[in-house]
């Protein structure tokens, strides 16, 4: 594997990670915010499929094998794991604002691994934005 297409790895582990989480959210958010925080967590997941599929396609452009498997999400995902049961909505609005910006953080971080993959980089820096700009809509309604 290139080093490319391992940081891309790494991330492509990480969004799917942040993916399922934001659907087990989803499922069991409750709280005066149930509405908005349910419908917010719909829309970051859809967000999330798509840098998905843009991350995961990169991977197959340069020749290697994106792995999506529970496995592969279970062994190596840096995203902290999410408590089952209900989730208060205000619970829900600080775990998420902390994934996004703890995984903003860490994609950044891999810029400098890509210097040789500017195309790549550029897929990564605009799914950082999009994570900062998700991250932002959940601090917001922290008041």
Known sequence: M???TSV???VLVDL???GLQGKQAHWNVHGPAFRSVHLQLDELVEQLISWQDEVAERISALGGNPDGRATAIVSTSTVPTLTAGPLLDTDVVTVFTDR???TSQAIS?????LE??????DVLIGIVAGLDKAAW???AQKG
């Open 2 to 4: 290139s080093q490319s």
């Open 8 to 10: 891309l790895q790494s």
């Open 16 to 18: 799917l990670d942040l």
């Open 100 to 102: 996004l910006t703890a």
């Open 109 to 113: 971080s891999k810029f400098a691994d």
């Open 116 to 121: 040789d993959d500017l195309a790549s980089q």
């Open 137 to 139: 809509f959940f601090r």
